[in-house]
């Protein structure tokens, strides 16, 4: 049995990891590197070790001294968490030969799973779909048109030695086939000098649905359902939510299987993700596995009632899996929104600093997972994310409208924070309906950068609390003259007094 | 002292009609607002006007100005008083010869770059003044010689007080 | 339909009730006395206005100033919370003159349900059992015999003139009927000059289990499910969860049909709660009827997944119900804290002050209902309650596991709290095994009081911290000597660069 | 200055051997710490011993005495220096015969009681200061005759510096 853990990460999930081992009776130990001693996740462990330097190659990325923590503090486990080591198929393998238990897959499915290629033939011999295409380049033309006609259209024909959209060719209809296989290849060879091409199933609306799995050493498999992860910023998932708009209950089933045979495939045991890329007709593709805890695996936590860190130590420990598939729902509609410290008015980029104040939205429904306090100071050195906001409705519209009041109760100073900009997709009526693809950032661009203006009273009130303010510090910074009361008007008084009062 | 307040941009007329506790009746332009205004965390007020509640959190960016964060957009405002007015006067070219330095607000001299009897050019920062924790320079407008620098680094001044005189 | 909602109340409790404002997209009012102009309910609404002075029959008691309030603000209700103005008939009835809506029931429910005889009289004729007794005076030592054999052993003989525990006789044995009533009588003369006696069933290990009710303007009424709270002190509920450790589902199904019956006894609408005293045994009696939300509200809406005050709301709007009973089901466990600023080792004495600063626990399963932020003074003139903790499990014994973290990672600087203490009910067998009863913080008292023991390190830590503290601060006191930097030791370099750092 | 704590009534010694940073080597008694010790937040320290992580709240109760919060319990800490053991003697009725009033820590002259020549009976306050914040009485312990008075209200003044000195 497990009874100590060395988590190798920091932040929120650093945190998260640490709540399970809480409340199952186990100690937990921290790890932090020099930008990290004041962070939460080293006062709310049982332990913690210096690792080294700020920047992560230094300290959460150097296997050697976070084995030689492990080993020092007696932790007979480690979780890596989401990012730094969590995918390190050397780390896994280390910790086993350390005699540590990884609290993740073994170094076998992490490689598999790593490699695109590797992946594609492991699923394509499981019978879990993948994107139809070739994995040779083709010369011949006619080779290429029937390949085309196998797939069947859209596809995109790239050029094999390309890159930057030369020699790419989208076919939607079947009378364009042949020019546009002439086009891509001539294109190509002149390009590139070789006019080989790929051809790959296009996915016109495509929506990124993933599903949960946990499976344990005996070969016991289950999922959890879906994720909805479509709302992203180049390729960073911003919004997630479950159950996904789009699901029906038939191919809900059918992923699930796919999923659990995705990962029965590589023998895998632990929590993962299978992503897959879908299209609106629920046409849907294995992307590939992330073999490892989910930064969004909160809303399946929420909708499904399953803590995804204790089972994954439960795994780890050797026991059979606590839950089949027939105990399992979905119960209500949970969505999370990744709130950063990122100036979202100026293209996003991140906006570490000190935060003066935080207020954090509380009430019903309402989840928040964190590990930033007042005063604290975001270090420059990792990802900006402040935390996730999770909330869980009985319905989707009473979700959607539960995030939107908890995102303009949450209030943050001291740092720029993407807080309206999430506010914003929640108004979005596309997101409301459901109707939204990968795409829908960069679709609605326009109505996200929208901003609602003040009344002309707010306007003025804002302009008179400025003044106020001003005035007001102003009195008080005020020296008392010399001749003390006399000096001061009614006016002062009160704005002295008030001052005092404040202390 | 006469206040104007700009408001992205706009030159408003600014005054306290009167002030009691929290409350407090306002003119700004020809509208006369009556509030109940309070700071209820350091840099965040809750204003209270016709029932309506608006929190405005507000981040100074120097001395006289302000972004005020509303719910739904950032407003600057700026402080214009007699200083602010002086600084701009002489920005548009219509310079007034000016016989000394003063500075509007009281502070403390953090640091005097001239001394008696130097000449000095035009954009020239002869003293740096600290209020509310910040540092402003003041500068001359045009080459001037110094006549007498009436404090020394360290003192506390008071606002429109003669600070260094010029020939 | 309703558009805008006057809360007249303040703390946590209104700022539940805007929460489902805003998430319905309904605007709120704010009332305030004069201690509460910086709560965060006032700052929390859309309008908020002055009502009076802070003792609250000044203000939140105020019945023409707070509809004098929700008449200048147009607001067509008032959700009056728990407490206050909750349960008072006449300002029900005002309401309802002036054309507010008042959300909670009529006049005749309140003061039907407000009366404990009538309400006796009521539920006996609606079929819902009460605690069997007499309810007029016996002298006739035959007749009381006799009733005692009705009503069935163990009872209590108390004299109807009594008080004080004069004149009290607990019956166990059927050989001690006659004697018992001849002593209670006897004592009762010579206290009281008058031999009279009642006689009511003992609950022998009474548990408070209440059911929770909706019914709309329309006769329907359901119930979801029960909540125990026998875990009080000085009848105050300081924990409770839901379901009941002690719980069967046919009691379950059959005390849910006697708390509808009861709520349609009186032509109930609104959210409503039975309370049933109930022994070992799950015999159990109808001892009152709560006629609005209770504070305990939220362990029900966690387990069930239904926001009660978004049904009271639809409910005023004259809908329909939009739950049948069989849609509804418990699911997992969950358990609520009451902290409070108190001193529980100095007989809980009410502790207010300002909060230094707060950190919530956050995370899995964690929702809090609070009103209180870093820097805020708790008022002297209202209940010191900071704010509801409650969790979610799977099952009750993660529940129990999550509130032990969530205690645990909860810190507040400035007041004492009961955090402590409630920490300890959790580590008490018996609340672990469910097996306790209204007893149970009396009959546990000395467990509750033990304090675990710091190491001997730990104290000597405690020393070091508190040293390195005061010759820290000490050395940035000390002014810069007049020859500078040359007396300063390395020591105390190191001290002032810290200090400057952190500016 | 030599130092002991005095902790839950028991009085130890005390003494910083090294320090670097968070990094500090105390001597406590016989035993020797190394720790990292760290204020997150004010009043609030995250100390590492051999790993393990010990969050303690101070809550000053005055200027030498502090109630440590730890998880667990309340531990009460004094600190002890030179004026701690000159007051003790002086509560013991082992009266040294000081010739001046002098403070330990640096502070400000709130308040001078006494003048020059003055008589004053033992147990009556001379002079308060204050320091950190915290104000402090200093009273004599037997009838003495003040001789000079060498500070004046609002001074500053250093630690071990003769205050009021006696005839």
Redesign the interface.
Known sequence: MIKKILIANRGEIA??VM??C????IQS??VYSEAD??SLH?????????IGPAPSNQSYLNIEKIIEVAK??GADAIHPGYGFLSENADFSERCKEEGIIFIGPDAYAINTMGDKITARKTMLAAGVPVVPGTTEPIVDLDAAVRTIKEIGLPVMVKASAGGGGKGMRLVEKEEDILSSVQAAKSEALAAFGNDAVYIEKYINSPHHIEFQILADQHGNCIHLFERECSVQRRHQKVVEETPSPIMTPEVREEMGRHAVAAAKAVNYAGAGTIEFITDDNLNYYFLEMNTRLQVEH?IT?QVV???LV?EQINIANGEKLHYRQEDLSQ??HAIEVRVYAEDTDNNFMPNPGKI??I??P?????????YV???FEIPIYYDPMISKLVVWG?SRP?AI??M??AL??Y?I?GVKTSIPFLSRIMDVPDFKNGHYTTHFIQNHQEALKT????SE??????????????????EQ???PSSNGRSSMSP?KA?GRKKAVSRI | MSYEVNINGEDREIEILGREGNRIKILLGDKTYDLDLMEVEPGVYSVLWQGKNFNFELTPQSLKKYTVDTIAEKIEVEIVDAESRYMRSRKGGEEEDVAFISTPMPGQVVKILVKEGQQVKGGETVIIVSAMKMESEYKVVKDRVIKEVLVKEGDNIEGDQPLITFE
């Open positions: 945190i998260r709540n399970s809480h409340e199952m009776g130990v921290a001693r004041n080293v006062r709310y462990a049982d332990e913690a070790y210096f020092k503090s909160p936590e009632g399953v803590d204790r119960h209500g003066n104040y207020h954090f509380l009430g019903a429904g309402v989840r928040h997972d964190s306090y007042s005063g009985n009473e409208g539960r939107k009041r303009q109760s209030k100073s901003k609602e203006n003040c009273e707010c306007v003025d009130l804002a302009a008179i609390t400025a003044f106020v303010d001003f005035i007001t510090k102003r910074a005020t020296p006016w009160f």
